[in-house]
Structures are given as structure tokens and as C-alpha cells.
């Protein structure tokens, strides 16, 4: 199957590895994984791009969404 474009707009993470407390994460720190989840990523269906972004990141993904429309302000040019 070919991929496509997705954009990636929000994205929350389980970062309780296995039981641990989530405040062992800063701030930045946790801003830092969802800034290198967020944009656009090629993919071929919904359920890759959930791999693709669980693979680069190593942390399961609670919520994501998403839209294949790339006229979007994340990707506009002021």
C-alpha cells in the first residue's frame, strides 16, 4: 500500500512506564515527545502511523489526532 501524508495535530503519551509515576517528567521534557510526534509523518493508513510514531518514540499513544488535509495552520507559512 503507498503511503500518504498525514499531519499530526495533538498526541498524549503513556509515559508511566510500566507503573511509574508520571512526574519523574518534567515539563520540557514531556513537551520535547510531543514535539517530535507533532507534524507531518508518511504513512500508509491510520494504524501504521500510530506504529511509526510508538517505534520512534518508544512510548504507547493514548490519544492522537490527525488529518490527512495539509492545509493547516500547523503547516502554514505567516
Known amino acids: 500500500m503507498k503511503e500518504k ?3 499530526v495535530t495533538d498526541i498524549q503519551f503513556d509515559i508511566t512506564d510500566g507503573g511509574n509515576d508520571e512526574d519523574e517528567w ?3 521534557e514531556y513537551q520535547s ?3 517530535s ?3 507531518l509523518w508518511y504513512a500508509e493508513d491510520g494504524d501504521h502511523l500510530c506504529d511509526k510514531i510508538t517505534e520512534k518514540t518508544g512510548f504507547c499513544i493514548i490519544s ?3 488529518t490527512t488535509d495539509t492545509l493547516h495552520p500547523l503547516t502554514s507559512y505567516l
Do not use: R
Request: charged fraction near 25%; charge should be negative; avoid cysteine.
Open 64 to 66: 492522537i489526532d490527525y
Open 5 to 7: 501524508m498525514y499531519l
Open 33 to 35: 515527545l510531543l514535539d
Open 37 to 39: 510526534a507533532i507534524g
Open 26 to 28: 518534567t515539563d520540557e
